[in-house]
């Protein structure tokens, strides 16, 4: 496990000043998990305070002291359209992680090319702020499939 090296908050995605949303934070001391860097950030998994479920999200590199060794990820962004309303989770696994928000039916999403356990990573679209999260990969698709006169 990596630890926080100093209180920081963490992030929906790689970046903050108003484009991604603030999602909590972390304390210095405490134990995460680093899954992956991407562009100066790193993408942590870390347990929420008075809960035993888990969060997904980004904190600056230099708040981070590594333990494990992590792969960079370069993010695919391709298109990808959402079948039904879905609930998104900030975590591959419902049953441990905390959920995120939401996509309609037809919503457009980045898919960002990272699958784990039949879980897409995806961004989208929340107001004028962008989210990542995950869904279940059988929820999306390449082109609307389905009629809206329906």
């Known amino acids: 496990m990596s630890t926080i090296t100093s209180a920081t908050q963490v992030y929906s995605g790689p970046g903050s000043g108003g484009l991604f949303p603030s999602i909590g934070s972390v304390s210095s001391g405490e134990a995460v998990t680093a899954i992956f860097r991407e562009s100066g950030w790193i993408f942590i998994e870390y347990t929420v305070d008075g809960s035993l479920k888990k969060k997904r999200g980004y904190v600056l590199s230099s ?48 898919y960002l090319g ?34 809206y006169s329906t």
């Open 114 to 147: 990272r699958k784990e356990n039949g879980w897409a990573f995806i961004e989208y679209s929340v107001g004028s702020q962008r989210k990542r999260a995950y869904i279940l990969a059988s929820n999306l698709s390449t082109n609307l499939m389905f009629n």
């Open 63 to 110: 708040k981070v002291n590594l333990s494990e060794s992590i792969q960079n990820f370069t993010a695919e962004r391709v298109t990808r359209y959402a079948n039904s309303a879905a609930q998104t989770f900030f975590g591959p696994n419902p049953t441990t992680c905390l959920a995120a928000g939401s996509v309609d039916r037809g919503e457009a999403v980045s």
